[in-house]
């Protein structure tokens, strides 16, 4: 299956709260492509972020305003069973779950696609892709940690270039349309390394949010393009 078309997705952790419609707003007319959610509870990861209601009033606010966007939420969570419809009545396009956060991974899995959103696995730098021998007929996205999950603005770790192309060859096998996407520590020094290991899908909160002052519609435009150029120079 051919690489799908390269999507950026700028992480909302970096985002200002108190003005986050805004700045979501802004990001996408800048040229971004999906809206990446972190939902984090203070159990599976040391901090503490956003849940369903969240989600659900940006999804209203998405609408009212005519942006479209997919929303891909990246759960944190653990247990995650009991979360999964909450956040794809509140509007979720995808959500993305830690295999370690969920007892039965089959059933979350099945839960997240019978409610008709797209479902994803996510990597830790140390978890194995050995969890994906069995399900790869039923995911539609692989995320790939280069942080240790819990916050933003750590620095990439450059080992996830390896899992990436790894799972490249996994996805390009299994002749599924399958997302490869990274997060953490994304930039756009470093993005065209990440594009060449295989990647499709980008998260970046302070590579674009952190780099561009919140409000400012074009600084995102500029750190928005130039990543797309280095992707195609990869
Ligand atoms: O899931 C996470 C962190 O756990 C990420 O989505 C980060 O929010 C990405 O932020 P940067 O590393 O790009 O600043
Ligand atoms: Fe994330």
């Known amino acids: 299956m051919a690489k799908q078309e390269n999507w950026i997705a700028p992480s909302i952790l970096s985002a200002d709260f108190a003005q986050l419609g805004k700045d979501v707003k802004d990001v996408i007319a800048a040229g971004a492509d999906v809206v990446h959610f972190d939902v984090m509870d203070n159990h599976y990861v040391p901090n503490l972020t956003i849940g369903p209601l969240v989600c659900e009033s940006l ?6 305003e005519g942006v479209k966007a997919p929303i891909d939420v990246h759960l944190m969570v653990k247990p995650v069973d009991r979360i999964i419809p909450d956040f794809i009545n509140a509007g979720a396009d995808y959500v993305t779950f830690h295999p370690e956060a969920s007892e039965h991974i089959d059933r979350s899995l099945a839960m997240i696609k019978d409610m008709g959103a797209k479902a994803g696995l996510v990597f830790n730098p140390h978890t194995s892709l050995s969890y994906l021998e069995h399900v790869m007929d039923k995911i539609d996205m692989i995320l790939i940690m280069s942080v240790n999950p819990g916050f933003g603005g750590q ?74 150029d280095e992707i195609a120079k990869a």
Request: aromatic share 6%; net charge positive.
């Open 59 to 64: 999804k209203k606010f998405m609408d009212n």
């Open 155 to 228: 620095s990439f770790i450059p080992q996830a270039l390896e899992k990436l192309k790894a799972c490249r060859q996994l996805i390009d096998a299994s002749g599924r349309d399958i997302r490869l996407e990274i997060d953490g520590g994304v930039k756009v020094e470093n993005i065209r390394e990440v594009a060449a290991a295989g990647c499709d899908t980008f998260v970046s909160g302070s590579g674009i949010f952190g780099k561009a002052n919140a409000g400012d519609a074009n600084r995102y435009d500029t750190v928005i393009q130039q990543m797309r």
